[in-house]
């Protein structure tokens, strides 16, 4: 059984910065893809970014795209998201999963944390 833990979330104003970690419990094999999720009141949840294991391939939804960058760092079983010039509709609760396909499908992904609110100010 995988667990993730997300942490780093916060309060921050528009233009500031903030990294979400997502520490993995055991990264099972199958398990090749971790990606960010976010879900803001009243919406559907939605792909941020995805990376794989093996070979630190990334992916991006367009709205974040020159703004995220998603990265692993093997050792620690840990990916993160560092998070740029956010704006107020980067406010959501921000989920990691994983899964074994490179997909941005919420419904394929096997494992989830309990997801770490970022609130962006104007």
């Known amino acids: 059984q995988v667990q993730l833990v997300e942490s780093g979330g916060g309060l921050v104003q528009a233009g500031g910065s903030l990294r979400l970690s997502c520490a993995a419990s055991?990264?099972?094999?199958?398990?090749?893809?971790t990606g960010w999720f976010r879900q803001a009141p009243g919406k559907e949840r939605e792909f941020v970014a995805r990376i794989t294991w093996t070979y630190g391939s990334t992916y991006y939804t367009d709205s974040v795209k020159g703004r995220f960058t998603i990265s692993r760092d093997t050792a620690k079983n840990t990916v993160y998201l560092q998070m740029t010039s956010l704006k107020p509709e980067d406010t959501a609760l921000y989920y990691c999963?994983?899964?074994?396909?490179?997909?941005?499908?919420?419904?394929?992904?096997?494992?989830w944390g309990q997801g770490t609110q970022v609130t962006v100010s104007s």
């Open positions: 055991e990264r099972a094999f199958r398990n090749d893809v």
């Open positions: 999963a994983a899964g074994p396909r490179q997909t941005v499908f919420s419904s394929l992904y096997d494992y």
